[in-house]
């Protein structure tokens, strides 16, 4: 019997010392296990009516956090909040307080949601730019107190201007139910159509923007511009009546040309189709007739050279002294009428022919013919009369 309890009491031992080592395991791994550190944050809220220590912090309606203190700070309230670390809120995140209802707590909502960029370091702080807070009923009914008094008989309708007001109003409106109704329709599709064309109707103000940008970086060109106007205006004026004169007689001019062009269809056609085939044939006769236009000046010059207005007769000018000097005839055979030719050839003629024409002059000197006939025999002008 004494070892049986022995035995027993030794096992309940063993069995409690066991239940011992797994509770400090367990406690060992919840105090050592690794958690996401808390983000601290301080926003600055212009009242923070419901909202308590221990108020929820929320992301998307999730909590994440909570509101650690509310002290009033001046003309606002700071309100310290902190939330899990695990959880990405932007950097340029804001502070809400929202009211689910009239009754219940309120929370602080950060928005917009996290999807890229810088998230919110620890110890950041908002400002009354980041943060907002919602109507309260009592703001709502003062100032609907408000505006009821200062439409109150003590307020606009003292002297029952808002009654007459009222009463016109309906009295001008009683039975104009359709048209009101008509009119709203057409002004929402008036903006309607505004709408789909928004596009073209800012493309159009974006031209016009441009259009006004270069006329101010030219205004010294536009405003000369002007000035010439002005000026060519007052020219106008000054001359409208032989302007008017001008176009009155244009007007009479018109009227004449159509008559005649009425009367004289036919023959115009015939003689339009004349002119049509003229001016094909100089059309296909363009490079004979550039041709004949580049040598006419010329034949007009000679046939005026070679013109004796004293007998009405063509005459030819000769040249007699170069049948005297054949060195001379042979270098204008050679060169050409104009002498344009080799200067060194007629030169070397002359070196030449030069003793034969002194031969030939000392011949016709010793036959006693005495000076040469420059007519050659009559044939020629410029003998003896």
């Not at 797994?22 to 550190?37: E, I, T, Y």
Request: glycine letters at 10%.
């Amino acid at each position: 019997m004494t070892g049986v309890p022995g035995r027993l009491l030794g096992g309940l031992l063993t069995r409690v010392v066991a239940a011992l080592a797994v509770v400090a395991v367990a406690a060992g791994v919840v105090a050592f296990w690794p958690r996401g550190h808390d983000v601290r944050l301080t926003a600055e809220f212009s009242r923070a009516v419901g909202l308590y220590p221990g108020s929820d912090v929320r992301v998307l309606g999730v909590r994440v956090g909570e509101v650690t203190s509310v002290t009033p700070r001046g003309e606002g309230v700071e309100v310290r909040l902190r939330y899990d670390g695990s959880y990405r809120v932007p950097a340029s995140a804001k502070a809400a307080v929202v009211a689910p209802s009239l009754v219940s707590d309120r929370y602080v909502q950060l928005y917009p949601a996290y999807r890229s960029g810088p998230v919110m370091h620890d110890g950041a702080r908002l400002g009354r730019d980041r943060t907002a807070v919602p109507v309260e009923l009592d703001e709502v009914s003062r100032s609907l107190d408000d505006l009821l008094v200062a439409l109150g008989p003590k307020g606009a309708n003292r002297d029952g201007a808002l009654s007459d007001v009222l009463r016109t109003g309906a009295a001008n409106l009683a039975g104009q139910g359709q048209a009101v109704h008509d009119a709203n329709h057409e002004l929402s599709q008036a903006l309607a159509t505004l709408s789909g064309g928004r596009d073209d109707l800012f493309g159009t103000v974006s031209n016009l923007q441009g259009l006004t940008s270069m006329l101010a970086t030219n205004d010294t060109q536009v405003r000369r511009l002007n000035a010439d106007l002005a000026t060519v205006s007052t020219q106008l004026s000054g001359e409208r009546d032989d302007l008017a004169a001008a176009l009155k007689n244009l007007a009479v001019a018109l009227d004449e040309v159509s008559s005649f062009v009425h009367d004289n269809r036919a023959v115009l056609k015939t003689d339009i189709d004349h002119l049509a085939s003229v001016t094909t044939t100089v059309a296909k006769q363009r490079a004979a007739l550039a041709e004949t236009l580049d040598n006419a000046p010329v034949a007009l010059s000679n046939l005026q050279n070679a013109y004796n207005p004293r007998t009405g007769t063509l005459d030819t000018r000769a040249n007699p002294e170069q049948l005297d000097d054949p060195a001379l005839l042979l270098c204008s055979l050679v060169t050409g009428p104009t002498g344009t030719g080799d200067s060194g050839l007629c030169q070397s003629l002359q070196k030449v022919l030069g003793p034969v024409t002194d031969l030939l002059a000392r011949l016709q000197s010793g036959l006693g013919t005495g000076a040469a006939d420059p007519t050659l025999g009559g044939l020629l002008p410029g003998g003896p009369r």
